[in-house]
């Protein structure tokens, strides 16, 4: 399996920071890295089973790079590798991630991690079941062992994403995994459940920027990501 999966990492799988609108709004020091897979089911495979129909026709799937067709087919195959060969896909997705590290630290940057710039899959839930072989090559090459989770692989690296799927708020996330609900049109009938919690944090879109917000203190997204 190594042998295939290092013929097929030409290229990091992960979107460099600077390469997506919404991964270059970085705070100063960080490198944000990011997987861009096809939302919704533009692969033919759903990724999104929460989103809204705003959400949907709003993506900005087909924005700035997304407008070139090799950039969008390479979203779609990489979603129809991760269906289809999940080992392969793992195996990659581990030692882009181990690159990536590599690649920041080098330039006194910290990296950090969105596994869903396009998509909403529980990676929470997804078992990491890579190859003994692939497992061999990242720790003579990278000295990191793989756990049963490929966040619970990087306990000493951020990782954050949005999300729809209101019962991944309740769920037993890997603390290293920062999760924000993504209010929409189809969800926002919830708001008691927004101000009953004050832990959870939400995105939500308005015309400006009110001080506060469901009971809690706002930041421009405009700014942050």
Not at 76 to 105: G, Q, Y
Not at 106 to 126: H, T
Not at 158 to 173: A, V
Request: aromatic share 12%; hydrophobic share 30%.
């Amino acid at each position: 399996m190594i042998d295939y999966v290092k013929s097929s990492l030409k290229h990091n799988i992960l979107t460099a920071p600077g390469d997506n609108t919404k991964l270059a709004k970085e705070v100063k020091g960080y490198d944000a890295w990011g997987l861009s897979l096809s939302p919704a089911k533009t692969s033919g495979y759903q990724v999104c089973s929460s989103s809204s129909a705003g959400c949907r026709s709003g993506c900005l799937f087909y924005a700035g790079r997304g407008r070139m067709a090799n950039v969008s087919k390479g979203r779609i195959e990489k979603t129809k590798l991760f269906f289809v060969d999940r080992p392969a896909f793992m195996s990659m997705l581990a030692i882009s991630i181990c690159r990536a590290i590599n690649n920041s630290e080098k330039r006194g940057k910290i990296p950090v991690f969105r596994p869903n710039v396009f998509s909403d899959i529980r990676w929470e839930n997804i078992k990491t079941r890579i190859p003994e072989d692939v497992e061999q090559y990242i720790w003579n090459f990278y000295g990191r062992r793989m756990s049963d989770n490929i966040i619970d692989s990087f306990p000493d690296y951020q990782f954050y994403d949005y999300t729809k799927h209101m019962d991944r708020l309740s769920r037993d996330i890997p603390t290293n995994y920062d999760l924000t609900f993504s209010v929409s049109e189809e969800n926002k009938h919830l708001r008691s459940d927004f101000s009953r919690s004050s832990s959870m944090n939400l995105a939500v879109v308005t015309k400006d920027t009110p001080s506060s917000l469901y009971g809690r203190q706002t930041i421009s997204g405009d700014n942050h990501d």
